[in-house]
């Protein structure tokens, strides 16, 4: 078999077979295949698309190139989630201390932010003491103890991935279905849990763009689930608008107690309770509605806040600094920003926001940068409400003075806004549950 064959057949929008796929992902984890002819192989592939049997087979040698976990000795409880990430998305500080009160257990893996989008493990070692590494014994001992724990991702799971995922990054070769379902579907794999519930995002500050890229995203990911004998369920989300009032690392864990103390901003509660439901769904195998009633009686009960602190504590964290929560919003610096305008606020974009988060200092511009944990974007508005002239629509947080009065990040903020005469049409939170 030789690569330059494989490409050529890609390249004429053939079919590749199970072995020709296994000759690519092995050559090219054992270096016997190069960078560039696995480019060109990734070009071919955006362009041509994959069928759902190539896909499956990716999504396989994908996964086998490293380890897999076994999560059997916790039973078939087992239940992950996965953002296809976003702006202001914290859910995943939420929904797992809600799913993990009500029995589920949740061993889950995350990652970092990632250009103007933000990661989980950032947010969770933004309290000091928080431990994102444990050793296998400890992740699965945690999650039969208290029914949760949150890494980062293991350097031996899915290393295909890692290396197909920098090559895309920088060949334009991300947005391709079958590469996006293969890359998410080989790690939710690897990862071990029996019920997977996947939030895909539809929007500006999303990879997909259109509710029909994101419901073809959705079916080939629940295709590859069904495929390994996994339970798979599609939330497509909105993801035009931040999700939520915060952006940042601290204010969205403020955020995120806020949701799990029974108040928050709505569309973060509608759709950390839409997951919450399809996980304990999925994992119980319950009706929907039963399986809401259960999670609203969680969260106002306080036992899902409880869990929380819980959970917090065993992976090392000072909950001290969280139990007062208007610690989380104490940065040195704070600048209110002020609307210019009367009327309706009918745009607030996501990767506008996002990336005023960043220049505050919430995110790396390059791998390895420092993250100001303080730094954020707090708004006073959301999409659709009424606001006057001179009235507060956001609070940008830093630990610098220079950062917090830049006129970038201004500039980059009312960029984000629009206000409009006429209230906006609402905006639709969840487009579809797919299974
Ligand atoms: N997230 C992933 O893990 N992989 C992709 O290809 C895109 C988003």
Not at 91 to 115: C, D, E, H, Y
Not at 226 to 243: E, H
């Amino acid at each position: 078999m030789r690569i330059y064959d494989i490409i050529d057949k890609k390249r004429q929008g053939k079919e590749l077979s199970h072995e020709e796929i296994e000759f690519v992902i092995s050559g090219y984890m054992n270096s016997e295949i190069q960078d560039y002819q696995v480019s060109a192989l990734l070009m071919a592939i955006c362009i041509n698309s994959m069928t759902k049997e190539e896909t499956y087979h990716l999504t396989k040698a994908m996964l086998h190139s490293g380890e897999v976990l076994s999560l059997s000795t916790l039973g078939d409880k087992t239940v992950d989630k996965h953002s296809t990430g976003g702006i202001g998305d914290k859910t995943t500080l939420i929904v797992a201390p809600i799913v993990a009160s009500l029995g589920a257990k949740v061993a889950k893996m995350s990652g970092r932010g990632l250009g103007f989008t933000g990661g989980t493990i950032d947010k969770l070692e933004s309290i000091s003491g928080f431990k994102t590494e444990l050793s296998a014994n400890e992740f699965i001992s945690q999650v039969e103890k208290i029914g949760l724990a949150v890494i980062q991702q293991s350097e031996n799971l899915v290393p295909a991935d890692k290396r197909l995922y920098a090559l895309r990054d920088v060949t334009a070769t991300i947005e391709s279905i079958p590469l996006i379902a293969s890359s998410i579907m080989s790690k939710k794999l690897a990862s071990g849990s029996k019920s997977i519930v996947l939030d895909v995002k539809v929007g500006s500050g999303a990879f997909m763009k259109t509710i029909e890229n994101a419901r073809a995203l959705a079916n080939a990911m629940i295709d590859i689930g069904k495929s390994f004998g996994r339970n798979v369920t599609c939330i497509i989300s909105n993801m035009d608008v931040p999700l939520g009032l915060c952006v940042g690392n601290k204010t969205e864990l403020w955020e995120a107690i806020e949701v799990l103390s029974g108040r928050g901003e709505k569309n973060l509660k509608g759709l950390c309770f839409t997951v919450s439901a399809s996980m304990i769904s999925s994992a119980f195998n319950v009706d929907y509605n039963q399986a809401r009633k259960m999670v609203e009686d969680a969260v106002f009960s306080g036992s899902a806040l409880a869990r929380f602190y819980e959970w917090i504590e065993a992976q090392g964290g000072d909950v001290s600094e969280i139990k007062d929560s208007s610690l989380l919003l104490n940065a040195k610096y704070k600048r209110e920003l002020y609307s210019k305008e009367s009327g309706y606020i009918s745009r607030l974009d996501a990767q506008k926001i996002g990336t005023a988060s960043m220049s505050l200092g919430a995110g790396r511009i390059k791998k390895g940068d420092k993250i100001d944990y303080s730094a954020g974007v707090v708004l006073s508005k959301s999409y659709g409400d009424r606001v006057e002239c001179g009235e507060l629509v956001a609070t940008f947080y830093s630990s610098s003075e220079e950062l917090v009065n830049s006129d970038e990040a201004c500039a980059m903020f009312f960029e984000a806004l629009s206000v409009s005469n006429e209230k906006p049409k609402e905006q639709t939170l969840i487009y579809e549950i797919l299974k």
